[in-house]
């Protein structure tokens, strides 16, 4: 089975095998990461491990997903498993505030979540897109029901500060004047012969007639102020019933301005395999992925554990932790096999007994800054007002985006908005203020959507990662120069520790690369253990 | 080159981040603000994690370092090779910061937080520095 892959999976991994051979490393992995943008994730179906030699045990540190996971499997298979959890929760970053939740950051800052009943925000992962099929298979499994999460929005705004005055302009008259004029120019390039060293004169007719539909151009090869162009952009006057119903066309945007705006950056983003429809989201929260797979541990999750050191022998791992429900008192584990979720950034500080190599690419991986706002109104004007249903509206500012929740739609009361999303030089920015300085900031800079943000505003929560006590950041930032040296050590059985979670996937800070990790770990380590016997 | 952070390029509103950089939050990197002085760049970058009064933090089994009353401080090459790398966790900023900003940000931690280290970096120095990164930063 090759899930979404248009080609069978043995196919590929023969072709980047050879691909390996002929041209070496580098290649390969240019290869891999082209094949594997192409392609979408790799799975075909659970691993199905069975046949754990009797009484043997592993110990799992972090009850995130791929943690999870990895119990779960192994537990299938026939080992006594327990899970080590720093917080005082399961989930790790698949987690959603909700009104009477706490946020205490690193710094000292708290926070109280103040939403309504019923509303949440998804401080982490937020979205799963069609093709993670592990993800989506786990989902299934364990009865996580799931809804359309918006991505895509043709009536949500874009906005750039430099550009068309500063003001909002709908993602669909971009999308429309941005293809149409594009269409315009190749169409009348063709037409004149100016790309006759390019274009064959049997193509010719095609391409025209190509970009006249892509495009909305008129017979003559126009892309102009009309019918046609507005059925795309949308109309002055829309289209109405009676003796008036007559529509008025809409004015274009600026040609030469849509380029040099970049606003098309916003278009391209939804044509990513990422980021492409359809999206899912669990519903009532992300965490009820989290907590659907605790459900499958019963007893075997031990909260509160702050794991400082991992050591091993010939004939163990050896775990010591403090149990924070009781003063920190210094404790050891003890089991045959360790699968290790725990992030880089933690873990890089602490006591562990690998490989050199291994030690070397734990401390070889920083962590990105990001950071999200969630603002609660008293009522979905951009709904109600805007006609804005779900999806994202974009802007140049430093929160870069507001999202509208997916779900909800059309009911009344308050509801909560991702105020704004910061990754990068936004994020570090935003991460560097008190929470009530970040939310003023990004009530400011939404207001260039919503004038109402003032009016409607009730409260609010910001989530920064890199003041996160047990990530300090939101996930792997892996180079690829750091890829190339050390992430084959990193994701290596070093004797009886293997790593586990997104960042020892080339499916880096999504969830689908946590399980795709933890289900390659634990097979791993399933055939060192009967091997070694 | 590392395609994550790169400088902003005042003709354009936009930077495309080259690599698809997974869930992540846009496809431009947002206009960031200015940073004339070491101030500004701690204040709008390191203050993050490192926190307002450079005492850093502690979390789960590992810390944020302080900058406070840091003897690592001394030799100011340390701390400017650490902004231009990164180290472990902290990511590296030779993408986003240019020579003058990390000389300044080097000045401004060594001259505050309880250290007293005054000789100077200066821009022609990180510009060496930048001579000798390792490949993953540049």
């Known amino acids: 089975m090759a899930g979404p892959s248009h080609a069978p999976l043995q196919t590929r991994r023969q072709l980047l095998g050879r691909i390996g051979t002929l041209a070496g490393s580098a290649a390969l992995y240019q290869a891999m990461t082209s094949m594997g943008h192409a392609m979408g994730t790799d799975f075909s179906g659970p691993p199905n491990l069975s046949g754990a030699k009797p009484g043997t045990s592993v110990l799992v540190l972090g009850a995130g997903l791929a943690g999870m996971l990895s119990a779960y499997e192994l537990r299938k298979a026939g080992y006594d498993v327990q899970v080590l959890e720093f917080q005082t929760r399961s989930g790790g970053r698949n987690i959603s505030l909700r009104g009477g939740d706490t946020v205490a950051e690193l710094g000292g800052a708290t926070q109280k979540v103040g939403f309504a009943a019923g509303n949440y925000l998804n401080p982490g992962p937020w979205r799963i897109p069609y093709h993670h099929q592990a993800l989506l298979h786990y989902c299934r499994e364990f009865g996580v029901q799931l809804e359309p999460f918006i991505e895509l929005n043709h009536n949500s705004w874009l906005h750039s500060t430099g550009f068309f005055g500063g003001k909002v302009v709908r993602y669909r008259e971009l999308a429309a004047d941005f293809t149409g004029f594009t269409a315009e120019l190749l169409a009348k390039a063709v037409d004149q012969h100016k790309l006759d060293d390019l274009v064959s004169a049997d193509e010719v007719a095609y391409l025209k007639n190509a970009m006249r539909g892509w495009g909305a151009l008129t017979p003559d090869l126009q892309y102009t102020k009309g019918t046609l162009s507005s059925l795309r952009r949308g109309f002055e006057k829309p289209q109405g019933g009676g003796p008036d119903g007559a529509p008025v066309p809409s004015e274009l945007m600026n040609r030469d301005e849509i380029w040099k705006s970049g606003m098309w950056n916003w278009m391209a983003f939804h044509e990513r395999l990422d980021m492409q429809t359809t999206m899912f989201q669990p519903v009532g929260g992300m965490d009820s992925i989290g907590k659907a797979f605790a459900r499958q541990l019963p007893g075997l999750i031990h909260l509160n554990c702050k794991v400082t050191a991992i050591h091993q022998d010939n004939s163990g791992v050896s775990v010591t932790y403090n149990d924070m429900g009781h003063s920190g008192a210094v404790r050891h584990a003890r089991a045959d096999y360790c699968v290790c979720t725990i992030p880089l950034s933690i873990l890089s500080q602490l006591d562990v007994q690998v490989s050199d190599g291994m030690k070397a690419a734990i401390a070889a991986v920083p962590y990105g800054s990001s950071v999200k706002l969630g603002l609660e109104f008293k009522r979905r004007f951009w709904e109600e007002d805007d006609k804005i249903y779900g999806g994202i509206s974009f802007t140049n500012q430093p929160i870069s985006q507001v999202s509208y929740p997916s779900h909800g739609i059309f009911s009344k009361g308050p509801a909560v908005l991702l105020g704004g999303y910061m990754f990068g030089p936004a994020a570090y920015d935003f991460a560097g203020m008190t929470p009530q300085e970040r939310l003023e900031k990004g009530i400011k800079q939404g207001l260039a959507f919503h004038p109402q943000y003032r009016k409607e505003f009730l409260n609010g929560v910001s989530y920064a990662w890199s003041r996160t006590p047990w990530t300090l950041g939101c996930c792997a930032l892996w180079s690829e120069e750091a890829r190339k040296t050390h992430y084959q050590a990193l994701c290596a059985v070093d004797q009886r520790v293997v790593l586990a979670g997104e960042h020892a996937s080339y499916v880096g800070c999504w969830q689908e690369g946590a399980v795709l990790s933890a289900l390659d770990a634990v097979t791993r380590l399933h055939k060192r253990a009967l091997g070694a016997a | ?138």
């Not at chain 2, 080159?1 to 947002?30: C, E």
């Not at chain 2, 990164?86 to 003058?100: E, K």
């Open chain 2, 1 to 138: 080159m590392r395609k994550i952070f790169l400088f902003s390029v005042a003709m354009f509103a936009f930077v495309i981040s080259g690599a698809a950089r997974a869930d992540s939050a846009a496809p431009a990197t947002t206009k960031m603000v200015d940073m004339p002085s070491g101030e500004a760049v701690y204040r709008h970058i390191c203050q993050s994690c490192h926190m307002a009064d450079g005492l850093g933090a502690v979390g789960a089994g590992a810390r944020i370092p302080a900058l406070a009353h840091n003897p690592r401080l001394q030799i100011a090459s340390y701390p400017a090779t650490v902004i231009l790398n990164g180290y472990g966790g902290m990511p590296w900023f030779s993408g986003m910061l240019n020579d003058r900003q990390v000389a300044d940000v080097v000045a401004y931690i060594r001259t505050h937080f309880g250290n007293d280290y005054k000789d100077p970096l200066n821009p022609a120095d990180v510009a060496f520095m930048r001579l000798h990164l390792t490949p993953e930063a540049e």
